[in-house]
C-alpha cells in the first residue's frame, strides 16, 4: 500500500513538473493559430469587400474612375455618383484601418496593411479624390483621418 501510494505521488509530481507546461503551451499555440485564423478571415473580408467595390466602379465606366487622367465634365448626376462611389471607398479605407492597423505589428501583419496602404496610396494619385477628400474624411475616425492626410502629403 505503501508503495502504491508513492508511485501515485511521484505520477502526480510528473503531470504538475510536465503535464502542466505542456497543456499550457499547447493551450498558447492553440490561441495564436485562432488568432491568426481570426485576422486572416478580417482581411479575407475587407479584401472581399474592396473586389465588390471595384465591381461598383466597373458599372459605371463613364466615371473614368481607372482612367489616370483628369474626368471629363460631368453631369451633376454623374457627380453625385462619384461623390458616393468615393465616400464608400473612404468608408472601406476606415474600417480597414481600424481592424487591421496597429502601431508596431507583427510582420505578416504589417504585410496585410500595407496592401490596402497601396490601394490609398494609388487613390491619392486621382485629383479629383484629393479634391473631394476635405469632405469624404468630414466625421471619420480622427486617427484614421491623420493617418490618411498624412499618407496623403507623403504622396505630393
Given at each position: 500500500m505503501n508503495l502504491s501510494l508513492q508511485t501515485?505521488?511521484?505520477l502526480s509530481y510528473m503531470v504538475t513538473v510536465i503535464g502542466l507546461p505542456l497543456a499550457i503551451t499547447v493551450f498558447i499555440y492553440e490561441q495564436r493559430k485562432e488568432r491568426e485564423n481570426?485576422?486572416?478571415a478580417v482581411y479575407q473580408l475587407l479584401?472581399?469587400?474592396?473586389?465588390?467595390?471595384?465591381k461598383i466602379a466597373l458599372t459605371n465606366p463613364d466615371l473614368k474612375l481607372?482612367?489616370?487622367?483628369?474626368?471629363p465634365a460631368l453631369s451633376e448626376e454623374q457627380r453625385e455618383r462619384k461623390l458616393i462611389i468615393f465616400n464608400m471607398l473612404v468608408s472601406l479605407?476606415?474600417?480597414?484601418?481600424?481592424?487591421l492597423y496597429e502601431d508596431n505589428m507583427p510582420p505578416k501583419q504589417l504585410r496585410r496593411w500595407r496592401s490596402w496602404e497601396d490601394y490609398m496610396r494609388e487613390w491619392c494619385l486621382r485629383a479629383d479624390f484629393r479634391a473631394a477628400l476635405?469632405?469624404?474624411l468630414h466625421g471619420e475616425d480622427p486617427a484614421f483621418v491623420?493617418?490618411?492626410r498624412g499618407l496623403m502629403a507623403n504622396q505630393s
Open positions: 501515485w505521488e511521484l481570426e485576422d486572416e479584401s472581399d469587400n474592396y473586389q465588390d467595390f471595384l481607372f482612367s489616370k487622367q483628369e474626368s479605407f476606415e474600417r480597414a484601418y481600424l481592424l476635405p469632405e469624404l491623420e493617418y490618411f
